[in-house]
């Protein structure tokens, strides 16, 4: 079987989907891999890198598509709605598409996919287990987005984040709250503290506490409390609005006292939902920042202008940027080709697709197959009706 890498196409994405050190472990499981020219030049992998690890490099990019038998991308159709199409129309009844698709955004993409009879995998949908771990591509670019978006504000707060003993005097450190405290929320904890700043976290999931607690940051606890505050894939859960009004009630005061306030509060699947008011900006002192990375799903912050890299307001910087990822495209391009090839290594055994539905990893990443929308989490937040019982191992 033969993997196509095509070049990302999404404007200012720098990532690829396979770096040539992944080469060797896809040919041990008897994978051919083409890719096109240029493919990983933004993330600092040249064509004569792939080429030495025994890729072909091909310069036209619809022959890329018309002879790989597997398409993998980053920014899929549906993850990528400005140049997505064009790729969409190139896909072949069959054909093997995995990536980013952000399946939850819209029904519409996926039935277009599914019309053309591919066969695609959303590593968004990879289940949150100790198996599953070393495909999960969303906490691999969630890692990459924590500890970026502490750079940035330390690049654009007029402060110092460590203390410093000066001639000059002592340097008071400064304080970063990071609200949020999932993958992106750990990563940027910990980045925060190496950078030397007094860190706090909030998160309503009382369990990680814990796992703030351990990279030296203060947990702030609120008197209110969440209902089934996580899923059973370990994600946050929406709260009603009675409860988000009383946690911005509370939050305020800490928001007020910190110098930076990092937001990654997302719900999959739905709004972000808001943690920061304009109101709660307006008590913050001068020249504070907020880094929004929820932005692209409306934001934490009632101000932020999602894809604004910066806004003031009320003399406070807010970063609405998206896909921070791109930013560090050599090892986001290297740590998400690592969860591609571990993937391939439960698709593809010997050279054959291994489409193995008893799979959990498999099952629940599939989302078009023979012509449908197969995925049952994807149909029920669609409200599709419930397909018969799939095959075990489709053929």
Known sequence: MIVGVPRESFPGERRVALVPAALANLSKIGLEVIVESGAGAEAGYPDADYAAKGAKIISDRAEIFRTADIIVQVLCPGANDKTGDADLAQFRRDQIVIGFFRPMNSVDVLKTIADRG??????????????????????????????????????????????????????TPARVLILGVGVAGLQAIATARRLGAVVSAYDLRPVVKEQVQSLGARFVELPIEAQNAQDARG?????????????????????????????TAVIPGKKAPILVTKEMVGGMAP??????????????????????????????AIVGWFNLASTVPYHASQMYARNLST?????????????????????????????????????ELFQLPALAAQEETPK
């Open 235 to 263: 994600y946050a859960t929406a709260q009603d609005e009675s409860f988000y009004r009383r946690q911005r009630e509370l939050l305020g005061k800490v928001i007020a006292e910190n110098d930076v306030v990092i937001t």
């Open 287 to 316: 020249r504070s920042v907020i880094i929004d990375l929820a932005a692209e799903r409306g934001g934490n912050c009632e101000l932020t202008r999602p894809g604004e890299k910066i806004t003031v307001e009320k003399d406070i």
């Open 118 to 171: 591919v066969t695609s995998f959303s590593v968004e949908l990879i289940p949150r287990t100790t198996r599953a771990q070393s495909m999960d591509a969303l906490s691999s670019m969630a890692t990459v987005a924590g500890y970026k978006a502490v750079l940035i504000a330390a690049d654009i707060v007029p402060k110092f984040f460590p203390m410093l003993t000066t001639a000059a005097g002592t340097i």
């Open 343 to 379: 993937f391939l290594a439960l698709l593809v055994k010997d050279g054959k697709l291994n489409l193995n539905l008893k799979d959990d990893i498999l099952r629940d990443t599939l989302v078009t197959y023979g012509g449908d929308i197969v995925n049952a989490r994807l149909r």
